[in-house]
Each structure stands twice: as C-alpha cells, then as structure tokens.
Nanobody, 116 residues
Framework: QVHVVESGGGLVQPGGSLRLSCAAS????????MGWYRQASGEQRELVAL???????TYADSVKGRFTISRDNAENTVYLQMNSLKPEDTADYYC??????????WGQGTQVTVSS
C-alpha cells in the first residue's frame, strides 16, 4: 500500500521561504510524475508544480521564478523550495505521486500560511 506523506509547512512572513518535502513509501514501482497542488480556502485545488521522472518540471505561472521543484527518484521523494512567499501563497499544499497508468496517490496535505 502506497503512503504519501508531506512535511515542512508552517507560518512564514511575506518574503520568507519554506521547503516542503514529500515521500511516497510502500511502492515497488517508480512514479512517472510527482508534484504539488494547493487549495486555498474557498478555492479549487490548483497545480503548483510537477516534475517527471526524467527531471522535467512544470510550474504554475503564479510561482515561476519563486518556487523550485526537485525529486529523488531512488527515494520516491519530491521537494518544493518556496522563496519570496506572498500572502496569496497561503493554502493547503498536497503532494501527488502518479503512476504510468495515470493512477494518482495523494497526501493528506500540509498547511502553509504567509502572514505578518
């Protein structure tokens, strides 16, 4: 059984940085993509960043130049370095791990709050 667990959320001031981590355990197969979505209160879940097993990243326009996604394929782990955080980045951040079949495993989410 695959478990996806996020860590690293918290409260940070505007302009600050946070690093989110996510590990997908219990898997005997690799994931073609891993990444992050977020959902702010009252909003729909939206893509933040995705990275393929070959290391090709995709970013939402709103985070380009501020966020960096990376992964460790051997450990089935993905990271999101978030710099220059803004209040509008406040949301629950969800990690995903996607198989080649398209089936997607989701984590429980970690809260990020950007506020002074």
């Amino acid at each position: 059984q695959v478990h996806v667990v996020e860590s690293g959320g918290g409260l940070v001031q505007p302009g600050g940085s946070l690093r989110l981590s996510c590990a997908a355990s219990g898997s005997s197969f690799s994931f073609v993509a891993m990444g992050w979505y977020r959902q702010a209160s009252g909003e729909q879940r939206e893509l933040v960043a995705l990275i393929t097993s070959s290391g090709n990243p995709t970013y939402a326009d709103s985070v380009k130049g501020r966020f960096t996604i990376s992964r460790d394929n051997a450990e089935n782990t993905v990271y999101l370095q978030m710099n220059s955080l803004k209040p509008e980045d406040t949301a629950d951040y969800y990690c995903l791990a996607r198989r080649g079949t398209g089936y997607t495993y989701w984590g429980q989410g970690t809260q990020v709050t950007v506020s002074s």
